[in-house]
Each structure stands twice: as structure tokens, then as C-alpha cells.
């Protein structure tokens, strides 16, 4: 009988490629997105589950975090889809060892239809979902040894605040640049992106002396700002000069779709962002109009609350 197939051709085994049905390792950390997901349509995805987090007065679970019945959507919290699936039971006290949780991706649904299983109710969704979906396809306990620590975990949010460890150095200007941090605003948070945005502070947005350059008047020359409150950002920019006016005029607008404008979208967009990313609230705004608060900006009348800004240069489309 002869060979037959790649032995017989000495050919050798093909290699599984980048894109095949591997599977990746992440950690579990509550109100965290994985970023792995989106990438990993249709493939498997291993979630390390740490033991303290399976306890039954496990927050998430009581908000009941979740979306959807057997597929759910991306931000909705492992333990307590696990629980509304029936895989684990919580009790008062945390098991001794890890599960190891097999997630499938899949793509974004319609709608989402919540029930009630196992004690626990899933919400519904019937508005557009930006990320992906999952299902459980299997959980295993864990007993390959120590659970390792979650990547860059100076960098997670905070699940309340979005708030990580900052640094109370004051950051000096960069070459080219006039403005200072000072230490009492050296906090980093995360904006509605998930980027690291600096937290609001009357001195991030006070002039820093006398001399004109230090102002922020004159900043917002070359930068636009953006401001964030809990769910909504806004962009303060110089006007387009129509030389009817000797001083400069601003104009604020709120950004549609935040958490989708990240850096690189607002790079490609350009700055300040088109009409069709912006929706405006005022314009021919003078500098004596906008009413700087602790946490809060007053524009002829309208409060905004703030927690989060980035000052961004101008730019063109990319």
C-alpha cells in the first residue's frame, strides 16, 4: 500500500495560522471590556476567573450587570453571566481555587432579550450595540497553579471613579510647549474612550502667569479642549476668524458617539472634529463668557458638569 497525502509528496504539515481557532488567556477584572474580544470574532477566549470575585454579595451580580440570554453582550459581567447560565452558584465565602471560563465572540445582535434564570433577571437591549457579543461554551476549574496578575494594572480604571494611580510630580512643558501640570492635578482617569485623560481642575484650565503666552486664552489658539462629564464630552475651540471682531470667539460643541472617538478617530476626523461629529451649543463665545467652577463650566446660563479633559492640537483630516 502506498503513502498517500503529505507524507507521500514530503510536504510539510501546514502551520496553523494567526487567524485559525486559537485561544487566548485573559484575567477577569470587574467592569473591564476585554479589548481581546473584538479582535477574536468567532474564536474561542479563555477568562481566568480569580476565586475572590465568586462570592455572592459580588456587586455586579446584585446590579445585575448583564444583557442578553445565552448570548450577551460584551460589557456585561462574567460572574454574573455565569450565574444567570447556571455554570456556578455563589455562596458567602470564595472558593479555593480559579475557574477557567471558554468564551466563544460573536457579532453584535439586533436586540438583546433579558429572563429570569437561576435566581438571577438579565436586562434587555434593544438599542445599537458597538461591540461584540459572547456565549460560555464551557467552565472548568482552574488548577494549573497561581492565578497571574492581570497586564498593566496600574492602567485599569478604577470601576467607580475610572480614576488610576497618578503621579503628584508637577509634568513640566515639552518642547514647543508653554504649560505646565501642576501637582495638584497630576490625576489620571480614564475618558468615555478608555483613555487616559487628565481629571478636571480649575488649574488645568487657569492662566499660568502673567505673560500672555501662559495664557489659556492663547493656548486655545493652537489646541481645541475637551471636556468630559460622566456620559457626555464637549469641544471648546477657537472660532474661524470673520474679521468682524478684534478679540478671538470660541465655540462648544457636544461630541457624538464618545466612547467611538478615540485618538486615532480623532486623528482621522481631524480637530477641530467636522459638524457631522459635533452637534453645536454655542458659538461666538468670548473668553469672559465661559465661567470656570471646581466641577463645572457656565456658558451663558447652562451648567455643564466636568470630570475629565485633554487638550488636543489643531489638525487637519488625516
Known amino acids: ?81 455565569l450565574v444567570h447560565t447556571g455554570h456556578v452558584k455563589l455562596k458567602a465565602s470564595a472558593p479555593k481555587m480559579p475557574l477557567l471560563v471558554s468564551l466563544r465572540v460573536c457579532p453584535a445582535t439586533a436586540t438583546y432579550a433579558g429572563s429570569d434564570r437561576n435566581g438571577l433577571i438579565s436586562r434587555d437591549w434593544a438599542g445599537a450595540h458597538a461591540g461584540v457579543s459572547y456565549k460560555v461554551e464551557r467552565c472548568l476549574q482552574h488548577t494549573s497553579g497561581a492565578v497571574p496578575p492581570p497586564e498593566v494594572s496600574l492602567l485599569r480604571p478604577n470601576p467607580t471613579t475610572r480614576q488610576i494611580p497618578g503621579s503628584l510630580v508637577q509634568i513640566a512643558p515639552g518642547p514647543g510647549q508653554t504649560f505646565a501640570i501642576p501637582p495638584a492635578a497630576c490625576l489620571v482617569v480614564f ?73 486615532r478617530a480623532v486623528e482621522a476626523a481631524g480637530v477641530p472634529l467636522p459638524r457631522g461629529k459635533t452637534s453645536l451649543l454655542e458659538e461666538g463665545l468670548d473668553w469672559e463668557e465661559l465661567v470656570w467652577g471646581p466641577s463645572y463650566v457656565r456658558v451663558r446660563g447652562a451648567e455643564y458638569s466636568l470630570q475629565r479633559l485633554l487638550y488636543v492640537p489643531y489638525t487637519v483630516a488625516a
Open 1 to 81: 500500500m502506498t503513502k498517500r497525502g503529505a507524507d507521500a509528496l514530503d510536504v510539510p504539515a501546514k502551520k496553523p495560522h494567526a487567524d485559525d481557532d486559537a485561544v487566548s488567556l485573559i484575567v477577569y477584572s470587574p467592569c473591564i471590556v476585554p479589548p481581546e474580544l473584538k479582535s477574536r470574532m468567532n474564536s474561542l477566549v479563555d477568562v481566568l476567573l480569580p476565586p475572590r470575585y465568586l462570592v455572592a454579595d459580588h456587586k455586579q451580580v446584585k446590579l445585575r450587570q448583564l444583557w442578553g440570554t445565552d448570548s450577551y453582550t460584551d460589557d456585561s459581567d462574567l460572574v454574573a453571566v
Open 191 to 263: 475618558s468615555l474612550s478608555s483613555e487616559p485623560w487628565l481629571k478636571y481642575s480649575l488649574a488645568l484650565v487657569a492662566d499660568q502667569g502673567t505673560d500672555r503666552e501662559r495664557w489659556t486664552s492663547t493656548r486655545l489658539r493652537r489646541e481645541a479642549l475637551y471636556l468630559e462629564s460622566a456620559t457626555k464630552r464637549f469641544e471648546l475651540a477657537l472660532a474661524p476668524a470673520d474679521g468682524a471682531s478684534v478679540h478671538d470667539k470660541y465655540t462648544l460643541a457636544e461630541v457624538q458617539t464618545p466612547h467611538e472617538m478615540d485618538a
